[in-house]
């Protein structure tokens, strides 16, 4: 347990450490930073190199955005194989659609419900 | 006293007044605050794994509790905060991510609900979307060939 928490915050920090080196040194904006990121993390997945990562650090791989890469990419890899071509469409938002339907719906509750600070 | 400081002057002035260097205090913090969230997120991994003996639902509630978490905290402007110092640990965990799409929802809702709340939450998500399922299809689609071509 103990073990497991801390190779999640190694691996987790470390992914932000060497993301945060990218910022400081190009000032990319956060929406390229992060789309940067995620197809990063479809390619890595795509090769096979990330998953081991994800086996590894748990949480550390699979929170940091290239993991929703990842997961995008076994998500099409796993559809093709048990369903066929149709995988290719399907794999990937059958894959995220919890988080992306949670993203969705509670940012639009936030937005009812938040007050804007300006 | 002269008040106008010379560029060499104002270099030597703000150079004393920001730290030695951007990354000595950038580098740190992204790393313990990045490692922390997803060290909580391992913690939510570790409880639902006890509990579902599914490893990928496990794995998609962990998601969907720190997309929670993450859209809270920007309701409350307590993960804007966090961010200041947290740079990258703040936004590349996927806490990060759904903060964007909360942050905008709140900003933008004074420009409609359709318009406003409903689009401008894709802001920084939309892209996201858009290539990293771009990539994948791209990546279905060798797969299947080379499925095809070898098998």
């Known amino acids: 347990m103990l073990a497991s928490l801390l190779r999640a915050f190694l691996v987790g920090g470390g992914i932000c450490l060497v993301v945060q080196i990218f910022i400081d040194l190009t000032a990319l904006t956060p929406a390229r930073i992060l789309t940067a990121l995620v197809v990063l993390g479809v390619f890595l997945g795509a090769l096979g190199l990330y998953q081991p990562l994800v086996d590894f650090a748990g949480a550390g791989a699979s929170v940091p955005l290239p993991g929703f890469g990842n997961l995008l990419a076994q998500g099409v890899k796993e559809e093709i194989d048990a369903s066929g071509a149709i995988g290719i469409l399907t794999g990937g938002m059958k894959a995220a659609s919890a988080g992306l339907t949670a993203a969705i719906f509670f940012s639009f509750i936030a937005g009812l419900l938040g007050k804007s600070r300006n | ?151």
Do not use: H
């Open chain 2, 1 to 151: 006293m002269r008040l106008s400081l010379s560029k060499e002057q104002y270099a030597a002035f703000s150079g004393r007044m920001s730290p030695a260097s951007p990354l000595a205090r950038d580098l740190p913090l992204a790393f313990l605050i990045g490692g922390s969230i997803t060290a909580v997120g391992q913690c939510f991994l570790e409880l639902y794994s006890s509990l579902i003996s599914d490893e990928k639902t496990a794995a998609a509630l962990t998601s969907v509790t720190l997309i929670f978490l993450g859209i809270l905290f920007s309701a409350l402007n307590l993960y804007p905060r966090l961010a200041k110092y947290g740079g990258a640990g703040t936004l590349v965990p996927i806490t990060g991510f759904s903060n964007s799409m909360a942050s905008a929802a709140i900003e933008f809702k004074s420009e409609g609900l359709v318009t406003g709340l409903g689009a401008k939450m894709f802001v920084i998500a939309g892209p996201v979307i858009v290539y990293g399922v771009s990539a994948s299809v791209l990546y279905g689609v060798i797969y299947y060939l080379i499925g095809r071509i070898g098998g």
